[in-house]
Structure formats: structure tokens, C-alpha cells
């Protein structure tokens, strides 16, 4: 989901039972190249990496979702956030 699936709507989904979660859909060109970009998504999966709370409802598991049919960039910008997530999908451009 494109610019729908920020961290107070996991959270959301959380809460009413969801036991894995996605990211929005995430543009590799924009994390290596918009640093503000790069950042509020790194942000938002170190909040979720880090998050404890006593009814469960933050945190892992959650996949980050990439966008994008360059094989080349979509793996450099699956290193920047590979460490904040449980796994990777990718979502190939029409």
C-alpha cells in the first residue's frame, strides 16, 4: 500500500490482531537519494525494531516493501534497511 501503511497504522492492525506487518511501499531511488526520505523510514522502522510494549502490539514482525525494476538499486536500498526489518519484498514496475 502506497502511502498508507506508516507506523500508527500498523500499529492499528496490531492492535486488532495482525501478527505481521508491511510497510508503505518504499521507493529505492528515493532512500538513496532524498536523505529526509531515507530518514523518517529509518525512523519509523528503528521505533518498531526498539518498541516494547505490554500488550504486544508494537514492533516486529514487519516487512519493507520495495518498489522498483532496477536490480542494482533495489538491493542497495535493501541494505539500508535490512537491519530494521524481519524481511524484504519487492514489487516489480509495471
Known sequence: MI????LPFRTLTRKHGA???YTQ???PHKLLNDRDYLDF???DLQFCRDAHDDLGILGRPVVVQL???DPEVVVKAARKVQGLCDAIGVCTDP
Do not use: A, V
Not at 502511502?3 to 506508516?6: E, L, M, R, T, V
Open 67 to 69: 518498489c522498483g525494476n
Open 41 to 43: 523510514h529509518l525512523r
Open 25 to 27: 511501499m518504499l521507493e
Open 3 to 6: 502511502n498508507q501503511s506508516d
Open 19 to 21: 501478527t505481521l506487518t
